[in-house]
């Protein structure tokens, strides 16, 4: 069964740092990996999505890699900033079963302080 | 490009009444998703429609949850009757593919 863990579970960090969140997950038979931002009350926005095949994602102060092996992504962002506050959330999703149901973990809540 | 919408964004009820939630997808989606998402946990695909067909409903209490897409479109989704633990953020998502997922704002149901 499919598992995915993020670590930590909050981070609070002064505006400007560079910063990494991290996601592991136990099966590597997956299509790819999606990393999401939360903010309170609101929906998920998608940030980067990684295919199985690639090995890296980069859209502007954001860079997600993806190492199937070890299975485990990780986040980069850049020179935070106080609006990056919100809850990251990883999701794979695997092989098999319905091509739908992405696995989630608990997600890294982030505060950026100015 | 519109997005995801979702109706009611908020919903208070007492256990054992029913509910009904409301989705509208990004206009050409054929793929639906609803999802539970408890406090301080990651979403939880409850049903994912192909067109107005079920693909996948494995994590639905079928006892007192049911949802329908009718014409392969708007989707609802019920609650009856509700318990204490159907308490959650309820998300619709779609996507024009399996592979990305566009997700709407949410409903937020408590029951009290």
């Known amino acids: 069964k499919q598992e995915v863990t993020q670590i930590p579970a909050a981070l609070s960090v002064p505006e400007g740092e560079n910063l990494v969140l991290n996601c592991s997950f136990t099966?590597?038979?997956?299509?790819?990996l999606q990393w999401f931002r939360q903010d309170p009350g609101k929906g998920l926005t998608s940030l980067l999505l990684i295919q199985s095949s690639q090995r890296e994602q980069t859209s502007g102060r954001l860079n997600a890699s993806l190492d199937k092996s070890s299975g485990r992504s990780t986040l980069y962002i850049a020179a935070s900033q106080p609006g990056d506050s919100a809850t990251y959330l990883c999701?794979?999703?695997?092989?098999?079963?319905?091509?739908?149901?992405?696995?989630f973990g608990k997600g890294t809540k982030l505060s950026v302080k100015p | 490009e519109a997005g995801v919408a979702q109706s009611p964004r908020y919903k208070i009820i007492e256990k054992r009444q029913s509910v009904a939630f409301w989705c509208n997808p990004i206009s050409g989606h054929a793929t639906l998703y609803w999802y539970q998402q408890i406090l301080g946990q990651g979403p939880k695909l409850l049903i994912q429609?192909?067109?107005?067909?079920?693909?996948?409903d494995s994590q639905l209490p079928k006892d007192r949850f049911s949802a329908e897409r009718l014409k392969g479109v708007d989707s609802t989704l019920k609650i009856q009757p509700a318990k204490l633990e159907d308490s959650a953020v309820y998300l619709c998502a779609s996507s024009f593919s399996t592979y990305e997922q566009y997700f709407g704002p949410g409903t937020r149901l408590t029951v009290t």
């Open positions: 429609f192909q067109n107005n067909g079920v693909v996948d």
């Open positions: 099966d590597s038979a997956i299509y790819n």
């Open positions: 999701a794979v999703l695997p092989y098999g079963g319905s091509q739908g149901n992405l696995i």
